[in-house]
């Protein structure tokens, strides 16, 4: 039998640790009632109907802040220090696009080009999922959503930790309750996960459709992996190919 390194086991029992808190809203129990550097914001009740976008409702922070567009979450983030990566960061990435998005991507965490522009997905994987994009799907990017699970560049662009996975999940969670697109896309082990609540590989992940709070759940190989793993990219098109499906359904 294959022994597993030490460094990949601890990463397993901490992310195992982390996924086994979460309530069945996403939030860890023990946060519920934490302060409000830890505390999500309340969950938004899921939508009634497939084809109808129906907005989401003011939420407010436990500071009373209401939390009606991405404009309030973006002050709401503020000078984040809500976890270690506030001081390596050079830049919040809170993400960009489309507040009417019928479709947002999720990735894992900024990078160095993301880190300086401010920016999600701006270096070469970036422009490789602006080719899926309007090349793959013909959307243009602009008339899309996209974001990552971690707003600050991690040192050396390593992988996410439970506790800066935590710090931002209220976030993302607030984002995808505003937009509310139709079909969201995670990119790369980490969003999959995060989006599918489970700690599968993206190996096992792939192929399925998930729902999130309703919306329905594509997840595929990151960007930076295709630059890696070229073979893959007939993959990641299967998988638009699916994307593609679920947008054209319920329309006209």
Same mark, same amino acid.
């Given at each position: 039998?294959?022994?597993?390194?030490?460094?990949?086991?601890?990463?397993? @029992?901490?992310?195992?640790?982390?996924?086994?808190?979460?309530?069945? +809203?996403?939030?860890?129990?023990?946060?519920? /009632?934490? $302060?409000?550097? %830890?505390? /999500?914001? $309340?969950?938004?009740?899921?939508?009634? %109907?497939?084809?109808?976008?129906? $907005?989401?409702?003011?939420?407010?922070?436990?500071?009373?802040? #209401?939390?009606?567009?991405?404009?309030?979450? *973006?002050?709401?983030?503020?000078?984040? &220090?809500?976890?270690?990566?506030?001081?390596?960061?050079?830049? =919040? +990435?809170?993400?960009?696009?489309?507040?009417?998005? @019928?479709?947002?991507?999720?990735?894992?965490? $900024?990078?160095?080009?993301?880190?300086? &522009?401010?920016? /999600?997905?701006?270096?070469?994987?970036?422009?490789?999922?602006?080719?899926? =994009?309007?090349?793959?799907?013909?959307?243009?990017? /602009?008339?899309?959503? =996209?974001?990552?699970?971690?707003?600050?560049?991690?040192?050396?662009?390593? !992988?996410?930790?439970?506790?800066?996975?935590?710090?931002?999940?209220?976030?993302?969670?607030?984002?995808?309750?505003?937009?509310?697109?139709?079909?969201?896309?995670?990119?790369?082990?980490? #969003?999959? &996960?995060?989006?599918?609540?489970?700690?599968?590989?993206?190996?096992?992940? @792939?192929? *399925?459709?998930?729902?999130?709070?309703?919306? @329905? +759940?594509?997840?595929?190989?990151?960007?930076?992996?295709?630059?890696? !793993?070229?073979?893959?990219?007939?993959?990641?098109?299967?998988?638009?190919?699916?994307? *593609?499906?679920?947008?054209?359904?319920?329309?006209?």
């Amino acid at each position: 039998m294959t022994k597993v390194p030490d460094d990949v086991r601890l990463d397993l @029992r901490e992310r195992a640790r982390y996924f086994a808190e979460l309530s069945d +809203v996403g939030v860890p129990r023990s946060a519920l /009632a934490a $302060p409000v550097s %830890a505390v /999500a914001a $309340p969950p938004v009740a899921s939508a009634a %109907a497939k084809a109808v976008r129906a $907005p989401a409702a003011p939420v407010l922070t436990p500071e009373g802040a #209401a939390l009606g567009d991405l404009e309030a979450v *973006r002050s709401w983030i503020g000078d984040c &220090q809500r976890c270690k990566l506030a001081g390596g960061r050079k830049t =919040i +990435v809170f993400g960009q696009g489309s507040a009417e998005a @019928r479709l947002m991507f999720v990735g894992e965490a $900024p990078g160095a080009d993301e880190d300086e &522009q401010g920016l /999600a997905f701006v270096g070469r994987a970036g422009q490789l999922l602006t080719d899926i =994009i309007e090349k793959g799907l013909k959307i243009p990017r /602009a008339d899309v959503f =996209i974001a990552n699970v971690l707003k600050c560049r991690p040192p050396q662009n390593r !992988n996410p930790e439970p506790d800066e996975i935590l710090a931002c999940q209220p976030f993302l969670e607030r984002q995808i309750a505003l937009i509310r697109p139709k079909v969201l896309v995670g990119l790369g082990k980490f #969003a999959a &996960q995060w989006l599918f609540k489970s700690m599968e590989p993206i190996s096992r992940l @792939r192929g *399925r459709i998930g729902d999130y709070d309703g919306i @329905r +759940v594509v997840p595929t190989f990151h960007p930076a992996y295709l630059l890696r !793993n070229p073979g893959a990219k007939k993959d990641v098109w299967e998988d638009m190919k699916v994307v *593609r499906r679920l947008l054209a359904e319920d329309e006209p």
